[in-house]
């Protein structure tokens, strides 16, 4: 069973910085996708980010490419997000999610695995 846990949200204000890491434990296979997503209450999750085992070859959403940066240490089974110039449309809760060897995704329902996740809220 994978069990993934966020951690780095917070307030910040528009064109700041931060990062959030997502600690996994559980059987790798299931973590071959590590992947971060983004939701505003009342709205569906949105795609933001995600990476194979590699973790060369991330893919963005249109709406922060080019301002965010996705990683991971598998030594440490850990995924980060780098946020770089931050904007007010960022504020959303943060979700890390997992899912076993397989193309990426940008559907939440192909993610089994899935962190409770973490607040970032960018004042203007």
């Known amino acids: 069973q994978v069990q993934l846990v966020e951690s780095g949200g917070g307030l910040v204000q528009a064109g700041d910085s931060l990062w959030l890491a997502c600690a996994a434990s559980g059987s790798t296979g299931d973590l071959y996708i590590m992947a971060w997503f983004r939701r505003v209450p009342g709205k569906e999750r949105e795609f933001v980010a995600a990476t194979s085992w590699s973790g060369v070859d991330p893919v963005y959403a249109d709406s922060v490419k080019g301002r965010f940066t996705m990683s991971r240490d598998n030594a440490k089974n850990t995924a980060y997000l780098q946020m770089n110039s931050l904007r007010p449309e960022d504020t959303a809760d943060y979700y890390c999610?997992?899912?076993?060897?397989?193309?990426?995704?940008?559907?939440?329902?192909?993610?089994?695995?899935w962190g409770p996740g973490t607040q970032v809220t960018v004042s203007s």
């Open positions: 999610a997992s899912k076993g060897f397989s193309k990426h995704s940008q559907s939440p329902s192909d993610y089994p695995y």
